[in-house]
């Protein structure tokens, strides 16, 4: 089975009401699941990706009050705001896209409010695109992941100020 045969069977089935597909010939097993139910959300078992260690170069570890004040009180002000915020993390290994399509616009933005069950974006494993659902209620207060990002699981996507 070819590549576009694959995709086009993808395809066919997405827009049909079948749940579960499954071919099996002499050396060749697929197997598609898909999720019709809106409540439901879709998974697809991807390879897990794994980040290289970053190397740096050795460097002098420099005493505390070298530290200038104004970069301490940033950083301090940074993991204090994070503490106040919930989070929308990625539930899979995946693409981050901000909005459905590059001419559409973006599902949310800083300073949107939102509910719980909202879609904030979509996250592409697989050439599937599996829409994110907000588990949290309140307002978008930060967006942590760059567009068309390779994201991890579990990897927080949004800050979210529930009192917002």
Request: glycine share 4%; aromatic share 6%; with cysteine.
């Amino acid at each position: 089975m070819t590549t576009k045969e694959i995709k086009d069977l993808i395809k066919l089935i997405s827009q049909s009401e079948i749940k579960e597909f499954k071919l099996v010939q002499e050396d060749f097993e697929l197997k598609i699941r898909t999720s019709k139910d809106q409540n439901e959300p879709s998974y697809v078992a991807a390879p897990q990706m794994v980040a290289a260690p970053a190397v740096t170069p050795p460097i002098a570890s420099a005493p505390a009050a070298d530290i200038p004040p104004v970069a301490a009180l940033a950083a301090s002000q940074d993991s204090a705001d994070a503490g106040n915020y919930a989070e929308v993390k990625s539930p899979m290994v995946g693409t981050f896209y901000r909005s459905p399509s590059p001419d559409k616009d973006s599902y949310v933005q800083i300073g949107d409010s939102i509910k719980e069950g909202d879609v904030v974006c979509i996250i592409e494993a697989m050439k599937l695109f599996n829409e994110i659902e907000s588990e949290v209620s309140g307002k978008i207060v930060k967006v942590l992941v760059d567009d068309a990002s390779p994201v991890e699981y579990d990897q927080p996507l949004f800050l979210v100020d529930p009192k917002g």
